[in-house]
């Protein structure tokens, strides 16, 4: 504990204008605070690159309640503070910090920024949350300065961290800036979970859903899925040839993950061909994140967070639902939750759509990982509590997750600052009307620049 308290004290030494670190990248450290964990040199990128002050700017690096974290402060300091949360990492036992996309803008505008790596790794939203509101205080304590103003930002699961964190300490932040965000808290496994079961149903292959996997249900559920891929017209690896059955799984996932809209196909089957997350590396992306094997929640909630007991499958937009849609509800599996919901920061703390203070988003429209219906939830949840009006969603045409160009973050953040110093509420998206999210220019207002997976008519 003393040799990690010294290292604490010999990460904190500034680094101003650029210059390079005073002392060479040290080897993980053992974590004080997380038994098993090992806290990166803050002072250096994993790849051994020195973190170094950007011209005209002083920063701070240091370990805190076995986080690293980072700080920079321009010198024309207008008195503002972003505090920035970084998205999943895995499973791996090793935390570290990094800069956040827009670091280069903060500090041209005049913002600080600091960034934690919190103290655990794996979907600890309530281990960010605290580390990230901690961010506040400490750079108090290293900077000698008070932040008259805090935003907060987050990508992915940081903007899971961010929706929740905004409304666990509503006088702490006054405007939040979440992109490409589980802002629906598990409603993100929840379709992790409806893609697969669908998939099987239409597929005829039976599957179930043991709440403790046994060692060998990998290979049980890969077995599985090379007998569901053929029939739906999906191969590891390559764009998908679909089959009947796989035009209709394909349809199926597009209303789970935000409605009928322009790129769909395109993400679909660029998805479809992006290999999945080890151990289940060889399947195509959502095949391998099958909630069965974890819960969906990487070890963090105890029990299963999904359900799907009385969700209605959909491959139309009819009035009424088809005599197919009929029989693949008959047909699919159906899962219960079996956690307790925490109403604090234990497993997946639940977004409640009550923000304190203006909150800008972006999402890809084609993201098939943290879907654009993330957005959709979190804007009914908003109107369900009457905040409607201090939320803005922002759509991009791109089909990566968290798929963003820097004029299209730098144009969200200088707009949400806007907001906040006039009071007068940006421009965003009608995510929630159905035909302005199908409409063939839906996404063009606020994508600069073209992504080439992207397959739509011309903004």
Not at 235 to 251: D, E, K, V
Not at 262 to 279: E, H, I, K, Q, T
Not at 291 to 303: C, F, K, R, W, Y
Not at 437 to 451: E, L, Q, S
Request: hydrophobic share 40%; proline share 8%; aromatic share 10%.
């Amino acid at each position: 504990m003393i040799t990690a308290f010294v290292t604490a004290l010999v990460l904190a030494v500034p680094l101003v204008g650029g210059a390079a670190p005073a002392a060479a990248c040290a080897a993980p450290t053992p974590s004080t605070t997380q038994p098993g964990y090992l806290v990166a040199d803050p002072r250096c990128d994993l790849d051994g690159t020195p973190f170094a002050a950007l011209a005209g700017a002083t920063v701070h690096t240091g370990i805190h309640q076995g986080a690293a974290y980072r700080i920079e402060v321009p010198r024309h300091w207008n008195g503002e503070l972003v505090d920035y949360a970084h998205g999943y990492r895995g499973a791996g036992t090793v935390v570290y910090v990094d800069n956040p996309a827009l670091r280069a803008h903060y500090i041209a505008r005049g913002f600080a920024w600091a960034a934690s790596s919190y103290a655990t790794n794996g979907y600890d939203v309530g281990q960010g949350v605290r580390d990230a509101y901690a961010m506040i205080d400490v750079f108090r304590q290293v900077t000698g300065r008070r932040a008259k103003k805090v935003y907060l930002s987050g990508a992915s699961m940081g903007g899971h961290i961010t929706a929740v964190a905004i409304e666990r300490h509503p006088t702490a932040f006054v405007g939040a800036m979440p992109y490409c965000g589980v802002l629906g808290d598990t409603r993100l496994f929840d379709y992790f979970l409806d893609a697969n079961v669908t998939a099987a149903a239409l597929a005829g292959v039976r599957i179930g859903f043991p709440l403790q996997p046994p060692a060998d249900y990998p290979d049980r559920w890969r077995g599985q899925v090379n007998r569901i891929l053929p029939v739906l017209g999906v191969a590891t690896g390559t764009p998908p040839t679909l089959t009947a059955a796989g035009r209709t799984w394909s349809a199926v996932v597009e209303r789970r993950t935000g409605g009928e809209r322009p790129g769909f196909d395109g993400s679909f089957a660029y998805w479809n061909a992006v290999p999945s997350l080890a151990p289940l590396n060889d399947l195509p992306f959502l095949f391998g994140l099958y909630p069965g094997l974890s819960g969906g929640t990487s070890n963090i909630a105890d029990g299963n967070v999904t359900d799907n007991r009385f969700t209605t499958y959909r491959s139309t937009d009819r009035l009424w639902p088809t005599p197919a849609e009929w029989r693949l509800n008959a047909e699919v599996l159906r899962v219960r939750r079996t956690d307790a919901a925490d109403p604090g920061l234990g497993g997946i703390p639940r977004v409640n759509g009550k923000p304190p203070v203006p909150v800008l988003s972006l999402h890809d429209i084609g993201d098939l990982f943290v879907p654009f219906s993330m957005e959709q939830v979190y804007a009914q949840r908003a109107a369900a509590n009457r905040r409607s009006g201090l939320f803005v969603s922002r759509a991009v045409r791109g089909v990566g997750h968290c798929d963003f160009t820097q004029p299209e973050l730098q144009k969200g953040f200088d707009d949400l600052v806007s907001w906040v110093r006039t009071g007068h509420r940006p421009g965003g998206d009608a995510i929630l009307n159905r035909r302005a999210v199908a409409d063939p220019r839906f996404g063009c207002r606020y994508t600069v620049g073209k992504r080439t997976e992207f397959v739509a008519p011309a903004c």
